[in-house]
């Protein structure tokens, strides 16, 4: 990496609300470029099981939700997306503004093929491409997938789309492939009046702030975790 790349990375600092936000990148941590694309199923995240962080140097899983969506449920408790299973994705783990060219979020990550565990909870900075250029996205990894390929960002956003696994019927009374197409999600921000108020916000950023880009490419680089993201997963 640069230096002039890691200098800038350095001097991003500002405010969320009264708290200060800083952008610290892990020495010899990951980097390079990598794809993205967007999902919104509604399953337990697979950084929610305590197993899946052996080797991660992680203690406290991903937290998941109850149906609501907001109350945390214990991490023993099966997928929703499985038979008998009560556990959920929680909606505030959505994409959130920071500033005009910052916001922050989680994601499905691989950084090898397929699923990949490895890197549960960590934190990446994610530099866009192509119409949004100019922006960046703080990301905690809380998932991963079978169907996701090396240096794969799956962005979580409500509205994203179901993709293989679909939890949001049964959580929220979706539509059988979920809320538009089940992979892609809805077209267009008029489309977020149809999910949970819960989730509407997180629905608009996709046309809002990440102005409807359709799975830019981006270059990445591993940070230290932000309390920001910490204090919404739980996870560390």
Not at 13 to 29: M, N, R, T
Not at 79 to 104: K, R
Not at 144 to 156: E, K, M, P, V
């Amino acid at each position: 990496m640069k230096l002039s790349a890691v200098l800038l990375v350095l001097a991003v600092s500002a405010y969320v609300g009264a708290q200060e936000l800083d952008i610290i990148p892990v020495v010899g941590g990951l980097s390079g470029s990598g794809t993205t694309t967007r999902y919104w199923d509604c399953c337990k995240p697979s950084c929610s099981w305590e197993g899946n962080l052996n080797g991660t140097g992680k203690t406290i899983p991903t937290r998941s939700c109850a149906a609501d969506g907001e109350t945390t449920i214990d991490p023993d408790t099966l997928s929703g997306c499985g038979d008998g299973g009560t556990s959920y994705m929680c909606t505030d783990q959505e994409p959130f503004v920071y500033n005009e060219t910052i916001t922050l979020g989680f994601v499905a990550a691989s950084f090898t093929d397929g699923a990949d565990y490895s890197q549960c909870c960590s934190c990446m900075l994610l530099s866009f491409s192509e119409q949004i250029a100019n922006k960046k996205m703080v990301v905690q990894v809380t998932n991963t997938g079978s169907d996701l390929s090396r240096n794969h960002f799956d962005i979580a956003m409500p509205g994203g789309g179901v993709g293989i696994f679909n939890g949001c019927t049964k959580q929220w009374e979706a539509p059988t492939d979920g809320w538009g197409d089940r992979y892609g999600g809805v077209h267009s921000i008029e489309d977020c009046e149809n999910l949970p108020e819960k989730l509407q916000e997180g629905c608009k950023w996709r046309f809002q702030w990440f102005e409807g880009a359709d799975n830019p490419t981006v270059e990445f680089i591993q940070i230290e975790c932000p309390q920001q993201l910490i204090d919404i997963s739980g996870c560390i």
